[in-house]
């Protein structure tokens, strides 16, 4: 039975990711940010055995809040392993164009998608649990090589994941040099039908997949992965993404 941890559960694809790895018996930390918002993770949770879920609070964009959750995940008896860590949570505020988008939107989905997100997986290295891998939710509009100009009103979401990807590489880049044998990857989970694909943007995007598809592939993917791939970047179908 793996030990697992989600960050951002209460929907969409983190809650996925919890449905799926239920079902396999492993065991999961989830967190959300307001349990009055995450109705269907409590029903998740209420038909799993009660020893392999366990939700936890944890809002990414509040420094306080990932610190008294990562004091939390240490505090928890005979956790003396994670086996994988999923930072998911994320925003998407349609439209942010570079040109319009004011100083604060620019700094929220800095904060939601970049800083929050590796603020809370340094904060859980440092409960010296040991930790097999950490994967940061990304997405293909943060690759700085597969620029997309195109995809208008997506500037800051872009900036964020691309701020994300390159803080995450740092990250990996300097666990190996201390020798810390956690793997740090990216992942884009493809264009997936979420509150986030389908409210914020609203149209059709060419070769949409289920919730259910992405996190079969995600999860094969993220448990193919040793300490050598540490700071690269995939698909959820497992091919290597361009920085
Ligand atoms: P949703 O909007 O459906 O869900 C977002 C999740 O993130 C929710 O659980 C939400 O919680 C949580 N969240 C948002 N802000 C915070 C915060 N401050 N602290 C903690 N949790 C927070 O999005 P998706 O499921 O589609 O996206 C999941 C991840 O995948 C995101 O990082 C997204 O950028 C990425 N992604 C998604 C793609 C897609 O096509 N759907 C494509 C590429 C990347 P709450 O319910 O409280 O709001």
Known sequence: MAVWIVIGASRGIGLEWVRQLLARGDQVYATVRDPAKASQLWILAGSAPRANCQLLLCDVSSEASIISFAQEIAAIRNLDRIDHVVIN??????????????????????????????????????????????????????????????????????????????????????????KVYTTILAMHPGEVTTDMANISVGWEVDGIISAEQSVAGMLRVVESKTVQDTGTFWTWQGARHPW
């Open 89 to 178: 949570a994320g925003i998407l505020d349609y439209p942010n164009r570079a040109t319009e988008l004011s100083f604060e939107d620019f700094s929220k989905h800095l904060r939601t998608n970049a800083v929050g997100p590796i603020i809370t997986a340094q904060k859980l290295l440092q409960t010296r649990i040991p930790i097999r891998s950490i994967t940061f939710m990304s997405s293909d509009s943060g690759s700085a090589t597969d620029f997309r100009a195109f995809e208008d009103g997506f500037a800051a979401y872009a900036a964020s994941k691309a701020a994300l990807n390159q803080m995450l590489r740092h990250m990996a880049a300097e666990l190996q040099r201390i």
